[in-house]
């Protein structure tokens, strides 16, 4: 129920740093990694949220990365789906988020990966972040 998919993003990506979490950030699209690195750098007047992205040296070291592919990446804690398919290799990861704005091209697709996911065992919770 996120009015903007990106913008819920870097917040939850925000909230995720100051936990000290680390989170793969899985874009498939470039323009989508571009708009969200960006966000990251500018979202918050008083605070940057620590990232990079997948080819930089510094992945290994960085509490989020922001990857176009899921192959030989440096973090299996969490990952953040913001494309439209199941993503690679998700089940290596300890916890899945997805965001899912109210847009019928993102929430469509994020049902059907919700409906994957069940089939195959796993119990998907949801939270609405409509008013946020």
Not at 5 to 21: H, P
Request: avoid cysteine.
């Amino acid at each position: 129920g996120a009015t903007d998919r990106l913008a819920a993003a870097a917040r939850w990506l925000g909230e995720a740093a100051t936990a000290k979490r680390t989170v793969l950030v899985y874009a498939p699209l470039a323009n989508t990694a571009e708009r969200l690195d960006r966000l990251l750098w500018t979202q918050a007047a008083t605070g940057f949220v620590p990232h990079v992205r997948a080819g930089s040296p510094l992945a290994a070291e960085s509490p989020i990365v922001i990857a176009n592919q899921l192959d030989a990446l440096p973090h299996d804690q969490v990952l953040l789906n913001l494309g439209d398919e199941v993503p690679p290799g998700f089940s290596r990861f300890e916890e899945l988020v997805e965001l899912v704005s109210s847009d019928d091209d993102v929430r469509l697709p994020a049902r059907e990966r919700f409906k994957f996911y069940r089939e195959r065992g796993y119990a998907p919770e949801s939270r609405d972040l409509g008013g946020e």
